[in-house]
């Protein structure tokens, strides 16, 4: 979800366990919603999209949830494995240009 | 190629010395990002260009940091005058055309000013 200060919140499951990552988004216009996943020094790489008139979409063993009532996105990872660990991040896009990136949260496979 | 590379990878310079960094964007796209991201942060928007439109610099924290696109392609981004809390690794990202358009990463670039 949303960061406070200087450290990404973090996230501990076991392997084989479903995981949920929340992310809060600030502007009720942003109509695109990106999940990018970022491992240890390596750049994001693009997981899964919404579009504000859908409220879910399903992927390979990944689903992002969206509710615009509370702005609130999140993605469920399912039978989480170890590959699985890394960085996860939310991006909303409004308009053509704005786009803004949550701080971010870890996610810790536990074998 | 088939992604968004970045050089160097990893630059180690000295407080008060200038750096380029290199983005080459996917072919074709139009629309080209740069990002600094901290240890332990998220992603802090510095500069975006489209096209041959007049980039957007509104992320760009001091008049230190300057970046151009040659051809629409290419991009450089450079910050004069380093300073340690610019330490950080500097990500590129394009997309076909615009933000609302998935944006494709290159590895980014590790600064460390000692």
């Known amino acids: 979800g949303e960061s406070v200060g200087l450290h990404l919140p973090t996230l501990s499951v076991q392997e084989g366990d479903n995981s949920i990552i929340n992310c809060a988004y600030s502007?009720?216009?942003?109509?695109?919603f990106i999940w990018y996943k970022q491992e240890s020094g390596k750049g994001p790489q693009f997981i899964i999209d919404?579009?504000?008139?859908?409220d879910k979409r399903q992927g390979q063993r990944v689903t992002v949830l969206l509710n615009k009532t509370v702005k609130h996105l999140s993605l469920q990872i399912a039978a989480t494995q170890p590959g699985d660990s890394a960085v996860y991040f939310c991006?909303?896009?409004?308009?053509?240009?704005?786009?803004?990136f949550g701080t971010g949260t870890r996610l810790t496979v536990i074998p | 190629g088939a992604g968004v590379s970045q050089s160097p990878s990893n630059k180690v310079t000295e407080k008060g010395k200038d750096v380029e960094l290199r983005c080459d964007p996917i072919?074709?796209?139009?629309?080209l990002y740069w990002y600094r991201q901290s240890l332990g942060q998220g992603l802090e928007f510095l500069i975006y260009?489209?096209?041959?439109?007049?980039?957007?610099k509104s992320g760009l924290p001091s008049d230190r940091f300057s970046a151009e696109r040659t051809g629409g392609s290419v991009s450089t981004l450079t910050i004069q005058r380093t300073q340690q809390e610019d330490s950080a690794v500097y990500l590129c990202?394009?997309?076909?055309?615009?933000?609302?358009?998935?944006?494709?990463f290159g590895p980014g670039t590790r600064l460390l000013v000692l």
């Open positions: 990202a394009s997309s076909p055309r615009r933000a609302s358009e998935t944006q494709y």
């Open positions: 502007n009720s216009a942003s109509d695109y």
């Open positions: 991006a909303e896009i409004s308009g053509a240009n704005n786009l803004f």
């Open positions: 260009f489209q096209g041959n439109s007049a980039p957007d």
């Open positions: 072919s074709g796209h139009t629309a």
């Open positions: 919404i579009r504000s008139n859908m």
